[in-house]
Nanobody, 125 residues
Framework: QVQLVESGGGLAQAGDSLRLSCAAS????????MGWFRQAPGKEREFVAV???????DYGYSVKGRFTISRDNAKKTVYLQMNSLKLEDTAVYYCAGDRNLIWSRRARSAEYDYWGQGTQVTVSS
């Protein structure tokens, strides 16, 4: 059983930075492709970022240039560094993992087999 636990969410002001972490329980973490999604009230879950087991990354259009995804396989953790936060970044952020992500489907939440419980990020003016 793979468990993902997010942390690092909270309240921030517009323009601030936050770093989210997602710790995985699985020993073969280095073999997983990892992603971040977010969901704001009344909206669909949105792709934020992905990092493959090979270190290849991609970002959603709305966060490109502001957010950075990274991973530390020794710590079995994936990070999301969020800079220049905007009001519209307010959402619950979810960590997701998959053993064999199909790259062309990386932005689809249904492609990920494992999910964390989410961490709230609230950005205020």
């Amino acid at each position: 059983q793979v468990q993902l636990v997010e942390s690092g969410g909270g309240l921030a002001q517009a323009g601030d930075s936050l770093r989210l972490s997602c710790a995985a329980s699985v020993s073969t973490f280095s073999n997983f492709d990892m992603g971040w999604f977010r969901q704001a009230p009344g909206k669909e879950r949105e792709f934020v970022a992905v990092i493959t087991k090979y270190g290849v990354t991609d970002y959603g259009y709305s966060v490109k240039g502001r957010f950075t995804i990274s991973r530390d396989n020794a710590k079995k953790t994936v990070y999301l560094q969020m800079n220049s936060l905007k009001l519209e970044d307010t959402a619950v952020y979810y960590c997701a993992g998959d053993r064999n992500l199909i790259w062309s489907r990386r932005a689809r939440s249904a492609e990920y087999d494992y999910w964390g419980q989410g961490t709230q990020v609230t950005v205020s003016s």
